[in-house]
């Protein structure tokens, strides 16, 4: 049997969003800037795209811009957001857990001058609200926190976090690194008061190398790429129609069905949460409940290094992901798992199990019997 647990780094494309990439590489490949009926043809797949998104949202179609994926996406938010508002004030508050494409973008803008501030997190990665609250200023011009951790699943509670932002200073812009979130949790930005989001097609089964960001009506962004002013002169480039189609389709798809969908995740997570937790040597990571995020799982093993239990359980066709594989194929030491506080022995012992609308209550209980027989075998080869 074959079981993917990896769904948080990629996903399976869905049959019919590949089938409508196909019909638009093949047949409908003109240029969506060029005058002519193929170039009318292709730009109508942008519309199309947008407005499908859009309306996942509860927003306009306007206020969506296709990127390249969430490294573009955030990069362009949170450095765009902080240069063109940088005369309104230099603070920025994040948290010590975002994704790396935030968290790299934070330290090259505190390398040109500006504040850039930590929030604290509790034992299961959640913001304070009261220390929030406490932090922001006058010159606080930009909040970024990622709506859910793509390491252990936390869930922020940006309905409560948008309008604090808000009632404190109405002029502080709110980001979200939406990529873990967006076709999993309901999200509708202006009743959460963010201001800018990003999303990634391939973690909704839709393409690799396709996203959008969500920029509120009248917030400033500058943009990263210059040229020919595609998508309203914020990310120049002859746009990738057939990704942006793809992605639209992904997105309304995904969004379709969420309530029911994400009953069903959760299910199988409390399912599997409970079956791990039963496992010698193993323990759950964070909130697990419905206050978490239904897709993810985090699992310390003791005295079981990371990969050497990703390899086994690859052995017997169950791939899951040590720690995050956003970044690279390169380990090293998870940020999010030094905010939370974990022992240090269990850094480099610690898997992410993470779901999709593949996967099945047969593949978690396959899943869950390879770690509770692998568990005391590889114990047995612990380091001293």
Excluded: W
């Amino acid at each position: 049997m074959e079981v993917y647990l990896d769904n948080s780094a990629t996903t399976q494309t869905d049959q019919e969003v590949v089938d409508l990439m196909v019909k638009v590489l093949r047949k409908d490949y003109g240029n969506p800037s060029a005058l002519h009926q193929k170039g009318m043809d292709a730009e109508a797949y942008l519309k199309e795209a947008r407005e499908r998104i859009a309306r996942t949202l509860k927003a306009k179609s306007r206020e969506i811009v296709f990127t390249s994926g969430g490294t573009e996406g955030n990069n362009l938010l949170v450095r765009g957001a902080a240069h063109a508002n940088h005369r309104a004030g230099r603070h920025i508050l994040t948290s010590p857990f975002e994704h790396a494409c935030v968290y790299e973008s934070m330290r090259s803008l505190a390398e040109e001058g500006f504040e850039i501030e930590n929030l604290k997190v509790d034992g299961d990665g959640r913001i304070n609200l009261e220390e929030l609250r406490s932090r922001i200023r006058p010159d606080t011009i930009l909040v970024s926190i990622m709506q859910i951790n793509n390491e252990i699943g936390t869930l922020q509670p940006l309905e409560e976090l948008g309008p604090l932002i808000k009632a404190v200073n109405p002029n502080c812009l709110f980001h979200t690194d939406a990529v873990q979130s967006y076709g999993k949790v309901k999200i509708i930005p202006k009743d959460m008061g963010i201001d800018l989001l990003a999303a990634s097609g391939h973690k909704i089964h839709g393409p690799k190398g396709s996203g959008f960001v969500y920029i509120k009506d009248k917030c400033r962004v500058e943009p990263l790429l210059l040229g020919g002013g595609q998508e309203r002169g914020l990310r120049s480039g002859t746009e990738n129609t057939a990704a942006i189609a793809g992605l639209g389709l992904a997105a309304e798809k995904i969004c379709a069905n969420l309530e029911e969908e994400q009953n069903r995740l959760y299910a199988l997570k409390e399912h599997m949460v409970k079956s791990l937790s039963q496992i010698p040597g193993l323990t759950v990571n964070g909130r697990t409940g419905r206050d978490s995020a239904p897709q993810i799982i985090s699992v310390s093993l003791a005295g079981v290094r990371a990969e050497v239990m990703l390899h086994a359980l690859e052995e017997r066709g169950v791939y899951v992901s040590a720690g995050s594989a956003c970044s690279s194929n390169h380990p090293r030491i998870s940020r999010t798992l030094q905010a939370i506080g974990l022992n240090r022995d269990l850094l480099d012992s610690t898997i992410r199990i993470s779901l999709s609308v593949y996967t099945t209550m047969e593949e978690i209980d396959y899943a869950c019997d390879c770690m509770e027989q692998l568990m005391p075998v590889l114990a047995r080869f612990r380091r001293h």
